[in-house]
């Protein structure tokens, strides 16, 4: 807290206005209560900026943006530029404040695969180093945090990057290119995400053959369809009961 309070701008400026302050003072031949006075507000202001900041980033469900690029030439930085514009609506120089509380920087949010998808090893490893950095996010936090997810990429590895986050609260984001902003899609934070579903409202859902260790699962959502009749072993096939979408 010592070391927050110190080098946080307020109590700069209170140092600065102390030096000069009394320089002047000593030129002139007054003024030291002046500049004394105007020193120590800053200070206790400081004190008080520091004291709000760490209510605000020792709470739970603390906001963490992620953007996560597979095989994509989109602009990363960019697009988490976009979310932190969103999230410091509710928590003003955020990405300032992590990396401030924290470490945390703009490349500890950032996850870009720019091998090739089918190069099965190569993804899973991607994927390993993925899990075991957003640990290491989540370790350097001291409550339970809500990762913001932007993903840009196909949607076959969509599913597997997903797979990186277990209980953890999760939200998803979907590019808006009219606004050139982000909307959100999906918000997940409980366990009901997660367990076993018996009915779909949007989702025709047909297993073909016998469910085994391996299976397929096809989904349709789009105007172009998957060609079932190409896939091996048990399928999974999810169809949207909308149309395309």
């Given at each position: 807290m010592k070391n927050k309070i110190l080098s946080n701008t307020y109590a700069q400026l209170s140092l600065a206005v102390a030096a000069v302050g009394g320089l002047i003072s000593d030129e002139i031949g007054q003024g030291y209560?002046?500049?004394?006075?105007?020193?120590?507000?800053?200070?206790?202001?400081?004190?008080?900026?520091?004291?709000k900041n760490l209510k605000i980033y020792t709470q739970n469900n603390l906001p963490i943006p992620l953007v996560f690029n597979v095989s994509n030439p989109a602009d990363s930085k960019s697009a988490l530029s976009i979310l932190f514009t969103l999230l410091e609506k509710e928590f003003p120089e955020h990405q300032?404040?992590?990396?401030?509380?924290?470490?945390?920087?703009?490349?500890?949010?950032?996850?870009?695969?720019?091998?090739?998808?089918?190069?099965?090893?190569?993804?899973?490893?991607?994927?390993?180093?993925?899990?075991?950095?957003?640990?290491?996010?989540?370790?350097?936090?001291?409550?339970?945090?809500?990762?913001?997810?932007v993903y840009i990429g196909p949607i076959s590895s969509a599913i597997m990057v997903g797979t990186l986050?277990?209980?953890?609260?999760?939200?998803?984001?979907?590019?808006?290119?009219?606004?050139?902003?982000?909307?959100?899609?999906?918000?997940?934070?409980?366990?009901?995400?997660?367990?076993?579903?018996?009915?779909?409202?949007?989702?025709?859902?047909?297993?073909?053959g016998t469910i085994t260790d391996t299976v397929t699962v096809a989904i349709d959502m789009a105007s172009h369809k998957v060609a079932l009749s190409e896939l091996e072993g048990a399928v999974v096939h999810l169809k949207s009961k909308l149309g395309a979408t």
């Open positions: 209560w002046v500049a004394l006075l105007l020193a120590g507000l800053l200070f206790l202001y400081a004190i008080y900026d520091e004291k300032a404040n992590l990396r401030k509380h924290f470490n945390i920087i703009e490349n500890d949010l950032i996850f870009k695969y720019d091998g090739d998808i089918f190069n099965e090893k190569r993804f899973v490893d991607f994927l390993k180093i993925s899990k075991h950095n957003i640990k290491k996010l989540e370790a350097q936090t001291p409550k339970n945090v809500d990762f913001h997810v986050f277990g209980t953890e609260g999760v939200t998803l984001y979907q590019y808006n290119k009219s606004s050139n902003s982000y909307n959100t899609v999906l918000e997940i934070d409980s366990r009901e995400y997660k367990e076993s579903v018996t009915t779909f409202k949007v989702i025709e859902k047909e297993t073909i």
